[in-house]
T-cell receptor, first 111, second 115 residues
């Protein structure tokens, strides 16, 4: 697998349970946030995004929550499936071309 | 439609050698970028391009050169490889980099080891 995963925190979740992955962002001026999924040996894949004028956004089985007061972002995955096993990381953007990426959390889905 | 392709998938270099990492996209995207991914760190932007003939530096540009002669291709050149450049490199492309991440596509990555 990717050596980038050696230093990541891991969240283990039973199949069918809900997963919550957290992210603290750094810049209070950031106005756009993204969650990515990265499977072993692959590039990051967009999951969901949210703009700073929103607190919550829902997609298919995923929900992103934004708390600007404490600069915190979370990704909720409903009914976690084995195919959800991957590294998840957040990114913030406060100006054009300037994404700041988090280091990620490894999600392990237990059968 | 192949999306974003990168070659090679894996490369071993000796210190001081040069090489070019290739990136191509067939989606007619204007914006392309190169990132490196290291253990314990998030993706870091090396260089980016907003269109053919236009490139600019990102967060960690030292030791890397880029050019954009066509919309489709955005090669990354290492002029004299150093062990600190051991990393996984990702190329990405999108219509626009500005708050439209759902249209940003990443390539599969190139794993580079510099001895």
């Amino acid at each position: 697998g990717e050596s980038v995963g050696l230093h990541l925190p891991t969240l283990s979740v039973q199949e069918g349970d809900n997963s919550i992955i957290n992210c603290a962002y750094s810049n209070s001026a950031s106005d756009y946030f993204i969650w990515y999924k990265q499977e072993s040996g692959k590039g990051p894949q967009f999951i969901i995004d949210i703009r700073s004028n929103m607190d919550k956004r829902q997609g298919q089985r995923v929900t992103v929550l934004l708390n600007k007061t404490v600069k915190h972002l979370s990704l909720q995955i409903a009914a976690t499936q084995p195919g959800d096993s991957a590294v998840y990381f957040c990114a913030e953007m406060h100006s054009a071309y300037k994404y700041i990426f988090g280091t990620g959390t490894r999600l392990k889905v237990l059968a | 439609n192949a999306g974003v392709t990168q070659t090679p998938k894996f490369q071993v270099l000796k210190t001081g050698q040069s090489m070019t990492l290739q990136c191509a996209q067939d989606m007619n995207h204007e914006y392309m970028s190169w990132y490196r991914q290291d253990p314990g760190m998030g993706l870091r932007l090396i260089h980016y391009s907003v269109g053919a003939g236009i490139t600019d530096q990102g967060e960690v540009p030292n030791g890397y050169n880029v050019s954009r002669s066509t919309t489709e291709d955005f090669p990354l050149r290492l002029l004299s490889a150093a062990p600190s450049q051991t990393s996984v490199y990702f190329c990405a492309s999108s219509w626009t980099p500005d708050r439209a991440a759902e249209t940003q596509y990443f390539g599969p990555g190139t794993r580079l080891l510099v001895l």
